[in-house]
């Protein structure tokens, strides 16, 4: 089984997920981070909170010990607020985007009908074509049959 390339942000989680299988975990040297395993899903409180505190670099952990409450306090109140902006924008995009989906179905249905119109058209214009070519031929060649008998009297 080909194992994923190991990215230089990688956590040790995501180390832990790309390169070790099933097989191999019983053999594994560590223990994952927080105690994850490959198949955990993320609907008990604790495998998000393990994921969660793993998903940091321990140069971030270490900072933001450091951080008195205050700091954390305004990081913590910067950060929802950046958050929440960023969840308005990505709803105001969506619906923006489902709009934009509907115009584009609209215009895609008119267009299919301005096809089939053409379509209808272009046989229409095909039949009499051939009608008109058969109706010249056939004056062709009563001109032709005049001019013979003119020509033999």
């Not at 560590?30 to 899903?41: A, E, F, R, S, Y």
């Not at 209808?120 to 008109?132: G, I």
Request: aromatic letters at 10%; a neutral charge.
């Amino acid at each position: 089984m080909p194992q994923a390339p190991i990215g230089p942000k990688d956590t040790l989680g995501d180390i832990y997920y790309k390169t070790y299988t099933e097989e191999a975990r019983s053999d594994a040297p560590h223990q994952p981070v927080g105690g994850l395993k490959q198949k955990n899903t993320f609907v008990e409180s604790g495998a998000c909170r393990d994921w969660y505190l793993g998903s940091f670099p321990p140069g971030e952990v270490n900072k933001q010990r450091a951080c008195t409450h205050e700091a954390l306090y305004r990081t913590y109140i910067v950060g929802e607020a950046n958050t929440h902006a960023t969840n308005h924008q990505i709803v105001r995009e969506w619906r923006m985007m489902v709009k934009e989906r509907a115009d584009w179905e609209k215009y895609r249905e008119r267009l299919l009908k301005e096809v089939h119109k053409f379509e209808q058209m272009k046989n229409t214009f095909a039949e009499e074509k051939a009608a008109f070519e058969a109706e010249n031929k056939s004056e062709e060649s009563g001109l032709d049959g005049l001019k013979s008998r003119l020509h033999a009297a």
